[in-house]
Structure formats: structure tokens, C-alpha cells
């Protein structure tokens, strides 16, 4: 096996977010492994199309333009003849051993349906609810009683209740076409975490294994070797002094669980006399809410937009604590492998597979983000007792090294798709 293609929505720099950094990490690591590797993906201004080698390691892009209507995604996911057309000639031209399926709404069904039909090997990962939600799954979350685990059944979504939120935008033929359209396609699936698995097996989604979502550990223990100097300069930078840190990093939003953490904020401000900070990084149009909802202590959160990758390393050890307390079905965030990696103990959600990396009381905390008492009294734990969130931080630091690189996810995709190209398909 030498050529792989990955077929994504979106790609690094063009665009930001977890799935998009999974997919690009991955490309670069096949082909630090010797293979050619080309990627597909979309863009939405026609003046960034075209082709090019994105990375050291030689990945070359191909974006092809298409338009991103949120409104009209359920149909276009269905068919989206322009993608399509575009990911089946390359795909002609390329020849690849192995088809590397990630995000693929915009590029659509056709585009899978154009990967299964060529002779190698298709592997569809899945990093999030879009196969069977309309966006972000959340209605598990409504409906979950306090202190008990999410029964499979949970996650079945309810056609009704889809078009009854999504009104026009509800296409009632897009999950059964989904189905369809993977399980013909598609030779194996898998998702990121097992809670995700779960989710798609109640939805009648193929997936077939999991394989957990790995870190640069190498490029976080750089940053942990630098100089102190260094770190003043990002805490002078962000006015952020010696504060005690929450980091609340990536997208934001109510669905991200930034409206409980602003208000469980709010009282951790409250009842301590030490100077602490909520620091936002990443997508700020949620801040201002934020800065409301952690009355009177609003001035207390700190955005910063987006910054670059050296710095958000830096913003992951200048913390005292990162949280995570998405009130949705969160795959298994990146933001907390990072946060590990850097050696900073978390506090995350119940919902979703983030348990299946922090270690409740061990390297973090894992709770309930709708009982915003119980998300301060964590958030406490971390930013009162040094000594306990630096053990965390070392033991979260170990975990990351030994079972959640990089370069272990890698290889367990390259052993998958040899196994592929040596056997039958498992393909429905």
C-alpha cells in the first residue's frame, strides 16, 4: 500500500476545528511513513481553489470549491453533484491503495458512493454526531437523569423532534440515505471514541471498532522545556499576571458548555480571595454572553481569538485547570488530550467519550455540567490545591505518552487498511 487519499470537508490552514486537525495530523503521518498521500477537501471561496503541498512531509491538497449553505446541508449531504464530480476525477486520476473518509457532509454521499466504487479500500471515520444529528447531539442531554450512565437507547434520534427543531432545514430521507449510502460504501467504519460508537450502532450507522484520537506529545514536551521567559511573556501579553488559569479553548458556545462554566466561574470568583482568570481561546463570539453570566466578575474572562499553535501550547501550561463541559454528545475532545499532553489536569463532561481519557480523580474530574455547583467544586479542587492539579497534570502527562499518541493512531489505521487490502471487505 503507497497511495492514500483522505477525503475531508475541511483542512488545515483553511479551516480550524478537531476534526479538521485529526484529519491533517493523520495525512502527515502516513507520509512521514513513506506513502504518498494526497488530500481532498472543500472550500467556500472559489479564489482558494486549486492544489498544493501543504506540509514538510509532502501532503498535497486538493480544494474544490462548494457552496457552505448551513441551511441546505441536510440535501447537499445527500448529493452534491459539484463535490462529487470533483472528488471522482481525482480519485481517477490519483489511483489510490487506500480512501481515507472523514467528514464528508459537504462532500457528500456521492462523493462516498464515488470512493466505493474505486478498487481499494475505503475506511470512514467517524468524529462526531452529523450522520444521524442535525449538528450537535444534545437531546441525550435533556433527557439524562443526574449520576447514572447514558443508556445506549439514549442516543436514538427522534424524527419528530428533528422536524420539529429543524423546520425546513429537517429532510426526512437524509439519515435513511446515510445508512445506505455507508453501508454499501464503506469497509469499515470507525469512531473516535466508544460513547460515539454507541451513538451511530443506535442509529443504524456501520461502525465497526474504535480507535481513539492521539496527540503530538513530542511537540508538547518542547514547550514544557522552554524557558520560564517564555511563559511571562504570554501572561504579559493577555494582562493574565500570576492568576490562577481556567482555559476554556476551541469552539465556543452553549452547546461547548460555556454558559454552566461562565456561571460555576462566577462562584469559584466569588468564594476565593486569589486572583483567577477564565481565559478564552479560540472562537470569542460567545465572551460577551460569558463576561455576563460571570457577573460580577466578567472582567475576569480573557479572550485571546485565535493564536497560533506554539501559543495555545503555551496557554495549556500557563492554566491551572482546562475545562471541557460540553452539554452534548462530544466525541472526545481534543482539547483534552492537548490540556494532558501540556501536563494540565481537566475537568470535562459526563456526556460523551471524554471519559475514556480523563481518569475521574486521577488526571481530572468528570461531571455533571448542568449541576454548575458541582463543575465549580472541580474547578476548586484544581485551582486551591497546586500540589494536587501538578500530580494530575504528571500522571495525565504518563497516560498521554503511553496510549494516546500520534504516532499509535497512525499505525493502527495503516495495520487497518493492510489488513483490508490482504482480506475479504466486512462491508454490509
Known amino acids: 500500500m503507497t497511495r492514500i487519499c483522505l477525503l475531508s470537508d475541511g483542512y488545515p490552514p483553511w479551516e480550524r476545528g478537531g476534526a479538521q486537525k485529526i484529519a491533517a495530523q493523520l495525512a502527515e503521518g502516513y507520509a512521514r511513513r513513506g ?9 467556500p471561496d472559489r479564489s482558494e481553489t486549486g492544489e498544493s503541498v501543504v506540509s514538510d512531509a509532502g501532503v498535497g491538497v486538493r480544494r474544490l470549491w462548494t457552496p457552505r449553505w448551513r441551511r441546505a446541508l441536510p440535501y447537499l449531504t445527500v448529493s452534491n453533484p459539484l463535490a462529487a464530480r470533483g472528488v471522482a476525477d481525482f480519485l481517477d486520476g490519483f489511483d489510490p491503495d487506500a480512501i481515507h473518509v472523514h467528514n464528508a457532509h459537504y462532500l457528500s454521499n456521492a462523493a462516498v458512493a464515488a470512493a466505493g466504487e474505486c478498487d481499494a479500500p475505503v475506511v470512514k471515520t467517524y468524529h462526531d454526531a452529523g450522520t444521524f444529528a442535525y449538528g450537535e447531539y444534545t437531546a441525550h442531554v435533556a433527557d439524562a437523569p443526574r449520576n447514572l450512565p447514558v443508556a445506549g437507547s439514549a442516543y436514538r434520534a427522534d424524527p419528530v423532534r428533528q422536524a420539529r427543531e429543524q423546520g425546513l432545514r429537517y429532510f426526512p430521507l437524509r439519515n435513511r440515505h446515510n445508512r445506505r449510502t455507508l453501508r454499501r460504501h464503506v469497509d469499515v467504519g470507525v469512531a473516535v471514541s466508544d460513547a460515539l460508537r454507541r451513538a451511530l450502532t443506535a442509529n443504524g450507522m456501520p461502525c465497526h471498532r474504535t480507535v481513539h484520537n492521539g496527540v503530538d506529545a513530542a511537540a508538547f514536551r518542547a514547550v514544557l522545556g522552554a524557558a520560564a521567559s517564555e511563559d511571562e511573556a504570554f501572561r504579559d501579553a493577555y494582562g493574565l499576571d500570576d492568576a490562577r488559569i481556567v482555559l476554556f479553548g476551541g469552539r465556543t458556545g452553549y452547546t461547548k458548555g460555556g454558559a454552566h462554566l461562565a456561571a460555576a466561574f462566577g462562584r469559584v470568583a466569588d468564594r476565593t480571595d486569589d486572583d483567577v482568570r477564565l481565559l478564552v481561546t479560540g472562537d470569542d463570539e460567545f465572551a460577551a454572553r460569558m463576561r455576563a453570566l460571570a457577573a460580577p466578575h466578567g472582567e475576569k474572562v480573557v479572550t485571546t481569538g485565535w493564536i497560533p499553535r506554539a501559543d495555545l501550547r503555551r496557554a495549556f501550561r500557563a492554566a491551572a485547570v482546562v475545562a471541557t ?24 463532561t459526563r456526556f460523551g467519550g471524554a471519559s475514556e481519557l480523563v481518569d475521574d480523580g486521577a488526571t481530572g474530574r468528570v461531571v455533571d455540567p448542568r449541576d454548575v455547583g458541582e463543575l465549580a467544586d472541580a474547578l476548586e479542587s484544581f485551582l486551591g490545591d497546586p500540589e494536587r ?15 494516546f499518541t500520534v504516532e499509535g493512531q497512525v499505525e493502527a489505521y495503516l495495520d487497518l487498511f493492510e489488513t483490508l487490502e490482504a482480506g475479504p471487505s466486512p462491508r454490509d
Not at 325 to 348: I, Q, Y
Open 35 to 43: 506513502r504518498e498521500v494526497a488530500v481532498v477537501t472543500t472550500v
Open 325 to 348: 463541559p460540553s452539554v452534548h454528545l462530544d466525541p472526545f475532545p481534543t482539547v483534552n488530550l492537548e490540556a494532558l499532553a501540556a501536563g494540565t489536569p481537566v475537568v470535562t
Open 389 to 403: 492539579a501538578d500530580e494530575a497534570g504528571r500522571r495525565g502527562r504518563r497516560l498521554v505518552r503511553d496510549r
